[in-house]
């Protein structure tokens, strides 16, 4: 897992110093190609500034002899204009005729300019376009390269007389480069190692939640909930980091529920099996006198058909959990089902002399699964007949809207602690009292209730005042068109 998490830092790290160098080496090319071609105009212009004042020089030395134009008093003008011109760019600057012969050049000695001349074609493209440039060797003149522009000469009456050229070694440009090149070079440098730096800061504080996450991981999988992720930041990671701490408190509650109910099934096993076996085996061996066996044998049914309610409330809570409890809604009468049911509990609730109210409400229509809210409406009734005092009284009540019909069963007795009503539909809970009173109950009963209404998208609640009542309501979808045929919605306590 080590290898896993230093395997994502150098993968991001190494992304984002390769975004960094491509970023910076691309913005040298960049860079570089803009000097140089800043660089290039630069010269270009400063030649030809300089071409068009020597040739507006030298206009004023052309005259006309016998028809003629020529030239006087040339070295003059190269003394004095020509020469410091050159020598302040370190250029070169000659003049052609229209010929291509060169006529004048502050070249020093064996000036291949007068040797070689200039190239015809040039001479027409000063003509036409009024300027030539080139970065080359101007044929065969240079044996370098070289920065070159000429420009026309005219004569008084606006005729081309001959082309003044500048030209200046390329090499400067070589050497502006070099010099650019280095210092982006040590710009580059600094810049790349404040850059990974903070890359590298920022990289390792990006994967540690990671890695703390993956150390959380591997204490749950050792079966330790309590390993949480700090949560420094509110970006995305932060968001990750308490999803995933609610995640494990998820686990940790998982984890705790499913060790509860492990025991708690355990428990409620073993009970009556350890009874079981004692019995049968006291049968058995004559411990217990043929004339008490049927005694014994009832209280082995007993515990049999308390073993048969444990598993087929599992088996309903396992289905309802896992989404294999398919609805069949039909629309019927609950108030039926309310009835049906009171009758099975109708010996208990001679026993204890309990008045029964609200029965005559009538028909209730809803559209439900009714085998699912009989076993809903049994819970709560053997519930209530279980905890009523004697003498006590059980009410049941309906309220109905367009959309949901509530169903309230309500007893007298001694309620429910308000500590333990948010636990009465926890899987195996029993409240004191409960466990004194309810000697058979497994403690499944209310969370099955509350599944199966959870599954007809109704919700189920409990009041209850300590001393007096305690009441249960949950509730169901309303029958389609069940209002139309009541004259206004029913509430069995108007009864």
Known sequence: MGNMQRSLFRKYFSVCCSIVLMSIVVLGIIFMVFAAQYFREDKLGALEKNAEYAAELTQNHIVSVNGTYQIVDYNSSLTSSWVPMAKAMNADIYLANLSGDVLLCTHRSNCSHK??????????????????????????????????????????????????????????????????????????????????????IVTGNLVRPLQEMVKATESFAKGDFTVRVPVNE????????????????????????????????????????????????????????????????????????????????????????AGEMKLKPTVFDVNEVVLSSIFTFEQTIDAKHLEIKGLDAGKI???????????????????????????????????????????????????????????????????????????????????????????????????????EYCEFSFSVATAPKALSKQAKPISAREV
């Open 115 to 200: 040797v070689y001349g200039i190239d015809k074609e040039i001479i027409q493209q000063v003509e036409e376009n009024g300027i030539y440039t080139e970065v080359g060797k101007m044929g065969e003149i240079y044996k370098s390269s070289y920065y070159t522009v000429g420009v026309p000469m005219y004569l008084t009456d606006g005729r081309v007389a001959g082309v003044v050229f500048a030209s200046s070694s390329a090499q400067g440009l070589t050497d502006f480069m070099s010099e650019i090149f280095k210092m982006f070079l040590l710009s580059a440098l600094v810049m790349m190692v404040v850059t990974f730096a903070l890359v590298y």
């Open 234 to 321: 509110r970006d995305e990671i932060g968001k990750l980091s308490m999803a995933f701490n609610n995640m494990a408190t998820s686990l940790a509650q998982q984890e705790t529920v499913r060790r509860s109910f492990i025991a708690n099934v355990s428990h409620e096993l073993k009970t009556p099996m350890t009874s079981i076996a004692g019995f049968i085996d006291g049968i058995l061996d004559g411990t217990i006198p043929p004339e008490k066996e049927r005694h014994y044998l009832s209280i082995v049914s007993d515990e049999v058909k308390r073993l048969s309610r444990l598993v087929r409330s599992m088996l309903n809570i396992a289905k309802i959990e």
């Open 365 to 467: 229509m809803v559209e439900a699964d009714e085998d699912l809210i009989h076993q809903v409406v049994y819970n709560l009734l053997e519930n209530a007949v279980k905890f009523v005092n004697e003498g006590g009284y059980i009410e049941v009540s309906y309220t109905v809207d367009p959309k949901r019909t509530y169903i309230n069963i309500k007893n007298s007795g001694e309620g429910i602690p308000k500590d333990e009503i948010s636990k009465v539909f926890d899987r195996f809970y029993k409240t004191d009292r409960s466990r004194s009173i309810d000697k058979t109950g497994v403690g499944l009963g209310l969370h099955i209730v509350r599944s199966i209404v959870n599954l007809h998208q109704g919700e189920v609640i409990v009041r209850s005042v300590e001393g």
